[in-house]
C-alpha cells in the first residue's frame, strides 16, 4: 500500500472530527468522564462512550469514528493501565506454540525482540492490578457493564476519525 | 460548559492544533519519510518506525525539525487497532477541559470488522511492543490460542 500525506485531505478529516468532538453533548460527556475516578470511570465509559451511546444522546457522530482506551510510551502515569498480564502470556503463547514465528522474529525483526523479553520480565506493582474486560468466543463481554465489580480500570478516553492510514484524534485522561 | 471555555472556542484552538500538525507531517523531509514507511511491506513498518520515526536523532540526521510542543510516540488502542505511530500535541491548559490534546495516528491497513466499537473498545490496550512484533508476524493474539 502506498500513501501520500495530503494536507487538504488531513484538514477536511479534522474538519469532520472536530465537528463531533466539539459538540456540547461530546463535551459534557467528556466532562463526566473526566470527573471520575477508577470503577466510576469505567462504569461511565462502557455505559455512555460508545459510539452507538453518544448517538443515543444526541452527539452527530460520524460511521467511521471510534471511541477507545488508550496507551503512550514514555506516559508513567498510565503505565499500570497496560494489559500487561495478557501480553506476556501472548509472547510465551508464541514461543511454545509458534517456535517458528520466534525464530523468524530474532532473524528478522531482532529489535523487536528485546522489548519482548523485557515484557516478560515485568512484575506488575500491584497483584490485584485487574485485566481487561473477559470477552466469549464471539467476542461478546462476559461482564455486565454496570456491575460493581469490573475487572479493570479506564485510563484515557479517546476519539477518532478513520480516514485513511493518517487517523485525526484527540485524547484525555490518563495523564497522556 | 466547565472551565468557561465556550464549545466554539474549543474547536478553534483543536483547529488551531490540527493545523500545526498537518504543517509538520506534510513537510519535507518527514513527509517523504512516512510515505517511504508506506512503501513497506507491512511487516517491515513496525521496524521502521522504531529506527526511524520516533528516533529523534536520526530524525535530526535527515534534517528533520520537530517543532517544540510536537511528540512523536507509539501507542496502543483498547480497541486493538493495527497502529503505528502518533503525531501530538497537547492543547493549552485553559482548554483541557474536555480534550487534553490532539494527534494525528498513522495506522497500517486495518480490517475495521475486526477493531471494536463496543464497549470492548474499552479493554486494556496491549503493551506497544507486542503490537509491533505481532504486526511484523502477521499474526493476531487470537490465533495463538
Redesign the interface.
Known amino acids: ?5 495530503d ?1 487538504e485531505a ?2 477536511s478529516e ?2 469532520e472530527v ?1 465537528d463531533a ?4 453533548v ?3 460527556k ?2 463526566e468522564f ?1 470527573a471520575k475516578k477508577g470503577v466510576e470511570r ?1 462504569l461511565f ?2 455505559s455512555n ?4 451511546q453518544l448517538r443515543k444522546a444526541g452527539a452527530e457522530i460520524p460511521d467511521h469514528m ?9 506516559d508513567s502515569s498510565t503505565i499500570d ?4 498480564e ?2 506476556k502470556e ?2 510465551q ?2 514461543k511454545v ?2 517456535p517458528d ?1 520466534w525464530e ?2 530474532e532473524v ?2 531482532p ?3 528485546t ?2 523479553i ?2 516478560e520480565k515485568y512484575t506488575l506493582p500491584d497483584e490485584d492490578t485487574p ?3 473477559p ?1 466469549d468466543e464471539t ?1 461478546k ?1 462476559l461482564i455486565d ?1 454496570n456491575s460493581d465489580d469490573l475487572p ?1 480500570d ?2 484515557a478516553a ?1 476519539a ?1 476519525g ?1 480516514g485513511g ?9 490518563g495523564g ?1 | 460548559m466547565e472551565g468557561g471555555v465556550a464549545p466554539a472556542d474549543l474547536k478553534n484552538v483543536m483547529r488551531e492544533y490540527y493545523d500545526e500538525l498537518i504543517a509538520f507531517v506534510s513537510s519535507e523531509p518527514f513527509k517523504s519519510l512516512v510515505e517511504e514507511m508506506y512503501l513497506l511491506p507491512e511487516t517491515s513498518r513496525p521496524e521502521f518506525v522504531n529506527e526511524k520515526i520516533v528516533n529523534l536523532d536520526f530524525l535530526s540526521s535527515i534534517g528533520v525539525d520537530v517543532p517544540d510542543g510536537i511528540l512523536i510516540q507509539r501507542s496502543s488502542f483498547g480497541d486493538r487497532r493495527p497502529t503505528l505511530f502518533v503525531v501530538k500535541k497537547f492543547l493549552p491548559e485553559e482548554y483541557q477541559v474536555a480534550w487534553e490534546n490532539v494527534n494525528l495516528t498513522f495506522d497500517q491497513s486495518q480490517d475495521k470488522k475486526g477493531i471494536a466499537k463496543d464497549i470492548s473498545a474499552w479493554r486494556k490496550p496491549v503493551p506497544y511492543a507486542l503490537q509491533a512484533a505481532l504486526q511484523a508476524l502477521e499474526i493476531s493474539p487470537e490465533e495463538l490460542e
Open positions: 500500500m502506498s500513501y501520500t500525506i494536507p488531513l484538514k479534522t474538519d472536530l468532538l466539539t459538540s456540547s461530546f463535551i459534557d467528556m466532562v473526566k469505567s465509559a462502557m462512550m460508545t459510539p452507538s471510534r471511541v477507545s482506551s488508550r496507551m503512550f510510551e514514555d493501565f497496560i494489559d500487561y495478557y501480553g501472548i509472547v503463547k508464541l506454540k509458534r514465528l523468524k522474529l528478522n525483526h529489535s523487536l525482540v522489548p519482548l523485557e515484557l485485566l481487561g474486560i470477552l467476542g463481554p457493564a479493570f479506564p485510563y479517546w477518532c478513520c492510514a493518517a487517523t485525526a484524534c484527540a485524547g484525555a485522561g497522556s
